[in-house]
């Protein structure tokens, strides 16, 4: 089995406190070319600027087996300077306007240190206090001296932290999936043929993984992403059926979302390994959302897809929560899954 130690947790970290919204995400993309280049027979940065990797297998007839995690996250994007210091912006990718107020931001490339404001509670209406939360309402302030452009992405200044059994950080959906991509490289089993998307624009339109499937043209594929746990007290009394993934419980495995109907096969199979070999799991109920799952699926002639989320609370805020544990089990359902995984699989009928 596979852990994660120090080595991993610093990656983690060195790539929640990255900015890369999506449109701009060159800083992700850095440490993740600096990260496989020594691990994989062929790298390649395509025309939208997902990092595709490749590693032979040693069998003649193996699975093409794709892998995708996304690299970009929700953020802001300045569109108007209204001088004296203050930007307008507007939000990229699925951001609650009501997380916004007083949040102190990074601005653009030097990452600019800068707050979210609005007028004060002391000198608003009640018809203004009404709209606060609205995006158009705000502003970024860097000081009198701040300068930004137009089109400069900006993103939340929460450092990663780890507290315990948890991890706190933005931008967890889906840098921890990347990390685990990049531990799949380094221990690739020799009995497929491993090909990793670190995919750009998958907050705004699964925009990047539609490209590497076509590329790729897998036999099957896995979207490794960061899923909302809906596991915080209930106070209106009725039963939670839909996304009830938990902190603590293991691997989410997918079975259908907005995007995707997961292929059972792959379901099936995932859950067979998690029991024969005593890793905790979950299942991620029917519900909203999506993965890159939704956009490989209907590459080329079509592609058997599965995805698998480690959980994580306060998905696109600030700041997201996730276990230690969870993450550690989650790569290695998906470490032991590949290496037994056999073509039979897709060949079996649906």
Partial sequence: ?????????????????????????????????????????????????????HKKSVGRKSLRVLFDAHMDEVGFMIV??????????????????????????????????????AKPIHLTTAEERKNTSEVDALRIDLGPEGKANAGDRATFATKFKRVGPSIMAKAIDDRIGVATLIELLKNAPKNIELCLSFSVQEEIGLRGAKVAGY????????AVDSTPARD??????????????????????????????????LVKFLEETAIKNKIPYQFRQPGGGG????????????????????????????????????????????????????????????
């Avoid at 596979?2 to 060195?14: D, W």
């Avoid at 590329?215 to 896995?222: K, Q, R």
């Fill in 1 to 53: 089995m596979l852990s994660i130690g120090q080595p991993q947790i610093k990656l983690l970290e060195k790539l929640c406190n990255a900015m890369s919204v999506s449109g701009d995400e060159g800083e992700v993309r850095r440490i993740v070319l600096e990260e496989v280049k020594p691990y994989a027979d062929e790298v390649k940065v395509d025309a939208l600027g997902s990092v595709l990797v």
């Fill in 80 to 117: 108007h300077d209204d001088d004296e210091g203050f930007f307008q912006f507007e939000t990229v990718g699925g951001i609650d306007a009501r997380h916004l107020i007083g949040k102190q931001v990074i601005v653009g490339k030097n990452h600019v240190v800068g707050v979210i404001g």
């Fill in 215 to 222: 590329y790729f043209d897998p036999d099957l594929a896995i």
């Fill in 232 to 265: 915080l007290p209930d106070f209106d009394g009725h039963e939670n059926f839909t996304y009830n993934t938990k902190l603590g419980l293991g691997p989410a495995i997918y079975m259908a979302n907005s995007s995707t109907v997961d292929d059972p096969r």
């Fill in 291 to 350: 993965t890159n799952a939704g956009a490989i699926q209907q590459s080329r002639a079509g592609v058997p897809v599965v995805s698998v989320s480690v959980p994580h609370r306060y998905t696109h805020s600030p700041i997201s929560v996730s276990r230690v544990e969870d993450w550690k089990n989650t790569l290695n359902l998906l470490h032991t899954a590949l290496k037994q995984i056999d073509p039979s699989l897709v060949k079996s009928k649906l």
